[in-house]
Every structure is written in C-alpha cells, then in structure tokens.
C-alpha cells in the first residue's frame, strides 16, 4: 500500500505516493528541515498510507459513482413502468 506525507500546517502533501513508508518519512524530515525550522508543526504532520483504489489510477468507478448509477437506474426502471 503506498504511502504519502502530509503537513497539516502548510497543506504540503507528497507530491506521489511511495511504496516504501521511509522514504514518504525521509519527505516528512526534510520538509520539516526546509520550511519549518527542523520543528514538528503545530498544527501535526505525518506518514499516512493511501489505498490504491484512491491514487485515481484505476479504472473502476468509486463507491460514489455506483451509487449514483444504482439510482439511475432505478429512477429509470420506474419511468419505463409507467
């Protein structure tokens, strides 16, 4: 599962998933070295894995999208039976 690193303080996030967690870590500890001071921000930062159903790269439609879909069709079942 890949991972991505996010600060809560400035809204950076990685800019791709890495498949290794360390080297979405090594991300944290140099964003924090580069734009804040070294310090941890106050506002939390972390590592946080990302299902790959989330990076955008497949080609099946999310959860959301069924659901529509589900009531269209049942929207459209009901006008064909009238």
Excluded: K
């Excluded at 979405?24 to 070295?33: G, K, P, Y």
């Excluded at 580069?34 to 946080?48: K, Y």
């Excluded at 497949?58 to 039976?81: E, H, K, V």
Aim: overall charge negative; hydrophobic content about 40%.
């Amino acid at each position: 599962m890949p991972h991505e690193y996010w600060c809560r303080q400035c809204g950076a996030a990685s800019p791709d998933q890495r498949e290794r967690r360390a080297d979405a870590e090594d991300e944290l500890v140099e964003h924090r070295r580069s734009v804040h001071g070294g310090l941890r921000p106050e506002a939390g930062d972390g590592v946080r894995s990302v299902h790959a159903d989330a990076r955008g790269d497949g080609i099946l439609p999310t959860g959301s999208l069924w659901a529509l879909l589900f009531l269209l069709a049942l929207l459209l079942a009901n006008c064909w039976g009238h």
